[in-house]
């Protein structure tokens, strides 16, 4: 996204782009108070109803989510055909990130924190499980750290919301590394998958 000449957006001023995928870019920005948040912006510029609507699929769902490991929702608007969602930032990166460091000088995280890791990510899944939510690209660059060390799972921009827990999903959506064998097959998948 390009930000004004002076580099701010609705309040924001944009410090460094941090991230970058297929659904939209991610900017460091601080708010008029000097607090940091991310902001992703999605160009709609060029997208059909159909790929508007998805794009606003992540801001639905990550407005009504409420959860100490789950990315906090802040505010969206729409600047020029530009989708901004402002999220807390989390200082300690990405999980991914995390774990390629450590391999790269031999360390380890140790158990501890690994299986702190895992209790924090699975309350989430449940949490969003509970509401109905299939987040469908859960990878470890999905999966950020607050400076207190603490999971904050967020990127939910392919989930999807269920009806039920007897309803199944059929898309296949996701990053193909970290796909599950029912959608690789093309079978209707549910929250196992």
């Known amino acids: 996204m390009l930000f004004r000449s002076v580099h701010s957006v609705k309040g924001y001023v944009k410090i460094k782009e941090i991230g970058s995928g297929s659904f939209g870019k991610v900017s460091l920005v601080k708010d008029k108070n000097e607090k940091l948040f991310c902001m992703k912006t999605v160009d709609t510029a060029r997208m059909s109803g159909k790929e508007r609507k998805q794009a606003q699929n992540e801001v639905k769902v990550l407005s009504h989510l409420k959860h100490p490991y789950i990315i906090t929702y802040r505010e969206s608007f729409m600047d020029n055909f530009h989708l901004c969602i402002v999220m807390d930032y989390a200082e300690g990166g990405d999980l991914f990130k995390v774990i ?93 998958a």
């Open 100 to 192: 390629d460091r450590a391999r790269r000088k031999c360390q380890s995280l140790g158990e501890p924190k690994i299986l702190r890791w895992i209790t924090q990510s699975l309350l989430a899944l449940k949490y969003l499980h509970d509401n109905h939510v299939l987040h469908r690209d859960l990878k470890s660059q999905n999966i950020f750290l607050s400076s207190s060390c603490r999971i904050k799972l967020g990127d939910f921009g392919i989930s999807k919301v269920l009806e039920s827990t007897e309803c199944f999903a059929k898309t296949s959506i996701g990053t193909p590394y970290y796909l599950a064998p029912e959608i690789c097959s093309q079978k209707p998948y549910s929250w196992s």
